[in-house]
């Protein structure tokens, strides 16, 4: 008899934090098939069965209110890109998720790209995005940006599955400075690559993780990190719960308390055995 598939479970969280007047971050959770599309709410809890599941946060850039405009396009459009990919691998005309991940990174950036120079009010704006693709047994994930995806292993330590995309993350990911000097560095928040903001090209980090109950993601924009070390957040996330709130919300006030200079926002996604 086939064992029953697990479930996931997921929490979100943001904070404006305590300097900006706006919350340029957004963040998404669906559930979809080739039927149709469902907006999933700040905490759940579902099964992986006949239906995949994304989460994605997006942080924009921009200015006046257009770096908030630009990460709500970016979640809309994953909205309107992937359940049709369902439809298609139904029907046998599967391209590969990395395919699809690649082809809806590039269509983000064309959009925004597109009203950068169009409309005045959105010259320069842009977003950094990363998303994580569950389907039974596999996570894949798409990125580009400074937010991060995080995965602590039901038996592991906590990894970084994303580098950031600044010079800054090219040193640490490098072994040429270490994360205290990543964080104190003064160019850290200098994107080399992001989506619209008037780059050229944008290739997304790719990836896949193969998962298992027990496991936890994370997804978080900048804002969370500028407040926390890793060794930090993988505190965070083993902490019972129940104290402090749940995951997301218990590692934004942990980092809004050390920092809270920039937006601020966590999703964590557990697997559990059905």
Not at 88 to 104: K, M
Not at 240 to 250: C, K, L, M, V, Y
């Amino acid at each position: 008899m086939p064992s029953a598939p697990p479930r996931l479970r997921w929490f979100g969280w943001t904070d404006q934090g305590r300097v900006r007047k706006n919350n340029e971050d957004a963040y998404l959770g669906l559930q979809f098939d080739g039927e149709g599309v469902r907006h999933l709410g700040r905490i759940g809890l579902a099964t992986l069965g006949g239906e995949d599941f994304v989460f994605a946060v997006s942080d924009g850039m921009g200015g006046a209110a257009a770096g908030e405009f630009a990460s709500r396009i970016a979640v809309e459009k994953i909205t309107r890109r992937l359940p049709p990919t369902f439809r298609q691998a139904a029907a046998g005309l599967d391209a590969g998720r990395d395919d699809v991940l690649t082809e809806l990174f590039h269509d983000i950036h064309r959009a925004l790209l597109f009203l950068g120079d169009s409309y005045e009010e959105c010259a320069g704006m842009g977003a950094t995005l990363s998303l994580v693709w569950f389907s039974p047994g596999w996570m894949h994930l798409g990125h580009v940006g400074d937010s991060r995806i995080y995965y602590l292993p039901a038996g592991g330590a906590l990894k970084r599955l994303t580098q950031d995309d600044t010079y800054v993350g090219w040193l640490y990911a490098t072994g040429r400075i270490n994360e205290r000097e990543a964080r104190q560095h003064p160019g850290r928040n200098a994107l080399q690559k992001a989506l619209g903001a008037g780059h050229q090209f944008v290739d997304p980090q790719l990836g896949a993780v193969a998962y298992e109950a027990g496991d936890r993601f994370l997804l978080c924009s900048d804002g969370l990190v500028d407040g926390l070390f890793d060794a930090q957040i993988e505190e965070l996330l083993r902490a019972p719960a129940g104290e402090g709130g749940h995951p997301a919300e218990r590692l934004v006030r942990e980092s809004l308390e050390r920092s809270g200079r920039d937006n601020t926002t966590a999703l964590v996604i557990t697997v559990e055995a059905a």
